[in-house]
């Protein structure tokens, strides 16, 4: 179905909630002296946003707006991901002492917008569109970071950011117009048309692919695209660091696919994609050396960092390394495990930045010693959860990472990428001695006498319970989120 | 004459695009900047694309130059830039990728193959017809507020997102 502008609007409502909540926000902000009440009222925009998107999941595949926005069960996914992102971020920044001193009705309208331009990456059905969204996500998440008042790192991590995401976006719109020159249209199911065709030269194809590639890869912070990751991550409110963590990851992942599959690849038997723009040229294999140097190169600068969120920063651009090894296999088995292993991370990842925000509302600080001997001084919860999801990300069962990475690495085995494989699982190993770094610190090192007790942050007891209990049920009953991934890989076809 | 016009016109382009890099104080590459974009509107003329012309030099000659003017004041940029250039085998390395890209796009982009990629794109036609019907301004009006309404509206979103964390950022007391 393709449908017009005004017949779109009744299938359009996630959006139009949420747009409507930070418009409300913008103008509450004028008049409200209570800005706690505005953290309420986004989380509640979030909900029913989330109700919405939930409501509307296995409607029939459509196109809205003149082909502009696809709503499919793909779209739908990410925009639930997105929103359990914005409704957790919320939830910590209500707790956190960082975000205490920012401005903080801005700072709830830019961190829903940014939610809202992640909508726009996940649904795009238009070259244009597509990089509307980015930009929307990229220009929120600049001033997110930078937003910590009389904070030198929190303003040069904004300026870095600004500087590589200025020059990636840049590329990725210069390839989208080498693309656009060659197909004559923004639109993904004419450029799929015009690629069938075999319009187009494969080596100017591929460099404009190559491009594009960079400022997909920038939002997912995969190498050579990664350097702005550490700054930032160690920069930004812990909140948001989180979100930006899991939901800028989920984002990039979404648009990713939704260019380069069903836009320029065709869906064949039993689920196997064929890439047909570039039939003369190895492109897996690209993709296969820059998953190995992502994960490879993520894990070996994480080892000898000692601030916390900097170590979570590199493994962040680990754990991108091992979710772009889903794309290679150029099949419905690898997409699933990417979407899997999405999920997990958001769940995962979230949880040990929110420990990290615990353990720095209590001690104003983020590196290794502030974790000595956490167990015993008065915060066994968090410690026990922070460890519970570092084994999750290392990859250890019984826990929910085990089981994404089993499905990752069980799609590339079936796919004959042995190498890929093997480079995963030593990668794991070397990421085991980092994250166990951390929960030795936590439970076998002595406290000295001038760390004084941590006391946990109530309002986050909640959502961390939450988190660990879901990361612990996530690795021995998984079937119900692989039911649901899979019904998400409903694309609209071109 | 409209071919040695566009020479003159692309000489100027090409020309101001080299100034803009190579001049040493970003006023000065400010300048050769609009000299650029200005010839890019005189290009826009010869392709009888008036309306686009005359938004080229407004938008982009005008408005958008005096906000870089004013940024580049603002921060006061007046010092040297000679220092924080890259040499050696960066630079190298740069050239030699960009000679190569520049080498593609004249290969396979230059000559017969545009032409055929003009007849073959599907809207050729029925623009000029439309064109001739109802003028420019009507042709960029209509797409705008009909199949490109959404990205226009999220434009505004944007906007005004940039203008709230601009004020954000600006104002440091909480």
Known sequence: ?????????????????????????????LVVANKRAMAYL???????????????????????????????????????VTLAALVGAIWMSIGSGEVRQVHLGEYYIV???????????????????????????????????????????????????????????GTMIYGMSWVFGMAGSLDYATINAAMAEGGGNQIALFMAFVFILAGFGYKMAFAPFHMWSPDVYQGAPT????????????????ILIRFFY????????????????????????????????????????????????????????????????????LNNDGLNAMLFYVVVYLIMNLGAFLVVMIVAN??????????????????????????????????????????????????????????????????????????????????????????????ATASAMPLLGALMVLTIVLGVYWAPLLDYTTGSLGFFMP | MELILFYVFAVTVVGGGIGVVASRNPV?????????????????????????????????????????????????????????LVRGLYAVCAFVVSGAICGILATRFGGAETSAL??????????????????????????????YVVPFEITGILLLVAVVGAVALAKKRV
């Open chain 1, 1 to 29: 179905m393709d449908l017009g502008n005004v017949a779109s609007l009744s299938l359009f409502y996630p959006e139009i909630v949420l747009a409507g909540t930070i418009l409300v926000l913008t103008i509450l902000d």
């Open chain 1, 42 to 80: 986004g989380l509640a925009g979030c909900l029913v946003a989330l109700g919405a998107t939930v409501d509307l999941y296995g409607t029939e595949p459509t196109l809205l707006f003149h082909r502009m926005v696809a709503l499919d069960n793909f779209s739908l996914f990410f925009k639930v």
């Open chain 1, 111 to 169: 961190l829903l917008t940014c939610g809202f331009g992640m909508f726009f990456m996940a649904s795009a059905n238009n070259l244009l569109m597509a990089y509307l969204g980015l930009e929307l996500v990229s220009l929120t998440s600049y001033i997110l970071t930078g937003m910590l008042p009389h904070n030198r790192r929190s303003a040069e991590a904004a300026l870095k950011y600004l500087i590589y995401g200025g020059v990636a976006s």
């Open chain 1, 239 to 254: 909140p948001f660091t989180g979100f930006l963590s899991v939901a800028s990851n989920a984002a990039g992942v979404a």
């Open chain 1, 262 to 329: 069903p836009a320029v690849s065709t869906l064949g038997q039993e689920g196997a994609w064929a890439f047909q723009a570039l039939p003369a040229l190895q492109w897996t294999d690209l993709l296969v050396a820059l998953s190995i140097i992502t994960m490879t190169w993520g894990n070996l600068s994480a080892l000898n960092q000692r601030n916390v969120k900097r170590l979570l920063a590199y493994s962040g651009i680990a754990h991108a390394g091992y979710i772009m090894m889903g794309l290679v296999v």
């Open chain 1, 362 to 455: 209590a001690t104003g600080r983020e590196d290794m010693d502030a974790y000595r001997g956490l167990a015993w001084r008065g915060a066994a919860f968090p410690a026990v959860c922070m460890m519970v999801f570092l084994a999750s990300l290392t990859g250890l069962p019984p826990m929910a990472g085990f089981i994404g990475k089993l499905l990752l690495v069980a799609a590339i085995i079936e796919g004959q990428f042995y190498v890929l494989a093997v480079v995963a699982m030593i990668n794991t190993v070397v990421s085991l001695y980092y994250y166990w770094r951390i929960v030795k610190t936590m439970f076998l090192d002595e406290p000295a006498p001038e760390d004084g007790p941590v006391a």
């Open chain 2, 28 to 84: 000065a590459s400010l300048m050769f900047m609009v000299v650029s974009l200005a010839s890019v509107a005189g290009i826009y003329v010869l392709l009888e694309a008036h309306f686009l012309a005359a938004i080229q030099v407004m938008v982009y000659a005008g408005a958008i130059m005096v906000l870089f003017l004013f940024v580049i004041m603002l921060l006061n940029l007046g010092h040297d830039y000679r220092d924080d």
């Open chain 2, 118 to 147: 003009y007849e073959s794109f599907p809207g050729a036609a029925a623009m000029d017809l439309e064109l001739a019907e109802r003028g420019a301004v009507s042709l960029i009006a209509r797409p705008l507020f009909q199949e």
